[in-house]
T-cell receptor
Framework: ELKVEQNPLFLSMQEGKNYTIYCNYS?????LYWYRQDPGKSLESLFV?????AVKQEGRLMASLDTKARLSTLHITAAVHDLSATYFC????????????FGKGTKLTVNP | SQTIHQWPATLVQPVGSPLSLECTVE??????LYWYRQAAGRGLQLLFY??????ISSEVPQNLSASRPQDRQFILSSKKLLLSDSGFYLC???????????FGDGTRLSIL
């Protein structure tokens, strides 16, 4: 059974700083998604990582995937207040349902 | 473009009452459809998914059920709600299992 661990679960950082969110998963997966959720809102798709070594960047966010290490990272560069949200990683299980398994999320707060 | 609609946005129901949440997708055909529940401060739990009309797969045993009476309609139901059914219910669609899932705005369900 695919299990997902995100850390940290809570992250408070100052504007302008850099930080990385880690997503470890327990069984083989070659596809992983990152989502953003604002308080009380739905989920917004950020990145789809489709293969080992995949790297995607959008603005101040960059996501990478290492399928051998079963690790994905979401790197935040020069954080701004608008990035405050909860970020979820979701690797896709292989075979069977091919469902997404979500981590518990990382609640990011960027302080001025 | 494709859109997904969920209703109602909020719902307060007494214990033991029935439930019906509806989700519809526009602008695509034969989508994969998903129901998730998000408990307060936690990640998403997949409840049901469907790859076609009348085809429902259940991920978690519970007193909820799902139906897909039409290609782009997905309904979540219960005959008798429990206190533990409270949460934020999200419907999602994807073109297929290899494409990102796109989420509706969600229904916040409170059981009294």
């Amino acid at each position: 059974e695919l299990k997902v661990e995100q850390n940290p679960l809570f992250l408070s950082m100052q504007e302008g700083k850099n930080y990385t969110i880690y997503c470890n998963y327990s069984t083989t997966s070659d596809r992983l998604y990152w989502y953003r959720q604002d308080p009380g809102k739905s989920l917004e798709s950020l990145f789809v990582l489709l293969s080992n070594g995949a790297v995607k960047q959008e603005g101040r966010l960059m996501a990478s995937l290492d399928t051998k290490a079963r690790l994905s990272t979401l790197h935040i560069t020069a954080a701004v207040h608008d990035l405050s949200a909860t970020y979820f990683c979701a690797p896709q299980s292989m075979g069977g349902s091919e469902k997404l398994v979500f981590g518990k999320g990382t609640k990011l707060t960027v302080n001025p | 473009s494709q859109t997904i609609h969920q209703w109602p946005a909020t719902l307060v129901q007494p214990v033991g009452s029935p439930l019906s949440l509806e989700c519809t997708v526009e602008g695509t055909s034969n989508p994969n459809l998903y129901w998730y529940r998000q408990a307060a401060g936690r990640g998403l739990q997949l409840l049901f998914y469907s790859v076609g009309i009348g085809q429902i797969s259940s991920e978690v045993p519970q007193n909820l059920s799902a139906s897909r009476p039409q290609d782009r309609q997905f309904i979540l139901s219960s005959k008798k709600l429990l206190l533990s059914d409270s949460g934020f219910y999200l419907c999602a669609w994807s073109a297929n299992s290899n494409q990102p899932q796109h989420f509706g705005d969600g229904t916040r369900l409170s059981i009294l």
